[in-house]
């Protein structure tokens, strides 16, 4: 199968837009898609890259969910800005003796993300590459005019809250690992490994989360659960320039979390500090507007955990422990280019 009939085979008959957008006006087959946009908004674009071996192994994922995790990734992106995802460019590089199923599968998981969230894939890119699978997602997503959520809007006297139940994510990958078998092979799974193993194989982007964030009027900085608590928390502090104060007590550990750190022999907070991939949300709330926020949450069924406070009195992010004591908390999790 060459180059363009590769193309016809990944994107037939998916043409539709989300139900909120005008179709595009040229799509997939020209040289580039053209689309209306939303007056009084303003464009909001990110891209990222899954490649095999370092973010996804036979083990770890099935085809499908490679798909499906590349999309949501991006989309989560949209998320930690308070926008709405709108149109996505996929680019993908295989080798060519990857079966024409396997990235069959891949695409299928990578529609699924985008027909859940209303986003239209508009085109892309694909080559052949020595080596493994590169997926790469680049998302156009839209955001009133002035209103984009930013790191660097943190000030001192906000409540720092998470959404979610970080730590999922990176205990699922752990027991992955650990198992080494084919994910396509793993069947159903007994509690607690199967919420796990979903919630690395099928993170869920916090778009309803963000945008009732924006609505509240309340919200200060944000950022997405990708590279873990921590490594997020360091980002904002680092952006507005001031300290953050996380509680260990207070950082919500599921309960399957909870029971695969006790059959396992480890300690549920190194997953939720230094883990990723969990696409929740975490973010800063300015004091007076926390338990207006807590109320939206509520009603909408969203968990959101008050986890800390932001202080002028220091720089960085601490961690103050069970017993009293605080500690700085460096950056954490997967860094590509640490030596």
């Given at each position: ?155 001192a ?7 979610g ?48 964030l ?22 904002i ?59 939206l ?26 017993d ?16």
């Amino acid at each position: 199968m060459d180059e363009f009939a590769l193309i016809r085979r990944l994107t037939e008959r998916r043409a539709s837009s989300g139900k909120d957008l005008p179709p595009l006006v040229v799509g997939i087959g020209d040289d580039a898609a053209v689309a209306d946009w939303p007056e009084r908004s303003q464009i909001v674009m990110s891209c990222d890259t899954m490649v095999q071996e370092i973010h996804f192994k036979r083990v770890t994922m099935k085809d499908r969910d490679v798909g499906y995790k590349a999309m949501a990734s991006n989309i989560s992106d949209m998320a930690a800005m308070g926008a709405v995802p709108r149109y996505a460019l996929v680019s993908l590089s295989v080798p060519k003796e990857v079966p024409v199923e396997r990235l069959t599968q891949i695409y299928d998981g990578l529609y699924e993300c985008a027909d859940r969230f209303q986003v239209t894939v508009a085109g892309g890119d694909t080559s052949s590459i020595s080596g493994g699978i590169v997926l790469t997602v680049t998302i156009i997503g839209a955001v009133e005019r002035g209103r984009a959520i930013v790191r660097s809007s943190a000030r001192a006297g906000d409540a720092v809250f998470v959404t979610g139940y970080p730590g999922g994510s990176a205990a699922g990958l752990d027991y992955l690992l650990r198992s080494q078998q084919p994910a396509d092979t793993l069947g159903e799974l007994p509690r607690p490994y199967q919420s796990l193993v979903h919630a690395h194989q099928r993170p869920e982007p916090q778009v309803r989360a963000a945008r009732l964030l924006l609505e509240s009027g309340f919200v200060g900085a944000l950022n997405d659960i990708s590279d873990g608590v921590a490594s997020e928390a360091a980002e904002i502090a680092e952006a507005s320039d001031v300290g953050l104060l996380l509680e260990a007590k207070r950082l919500p550990v599921h309960p399957d979390v909870a029971e695969y750190g006790r059959l396992t022999g480890q300690d549920p907070l190194e997953w939720i500090l230094a883990g990723g991939e969990d696409y929740q949300l975490l973010g800063t709330v300015r004091l007076e507007g926390v338990d207006k926020v807590k109320e939206l949450f509520r009603e909408e069924g969203i968990p959101l955990t008050v986890i800390g406070t932001v202080s002028d009195q220091f720089q960085g992010v601490r961690l103050l422990r069970c017993d009293g004591t605080s500690e700085p908390l460096g950056r954490r999790g997967y860094n590509h280019f640490d030596a």
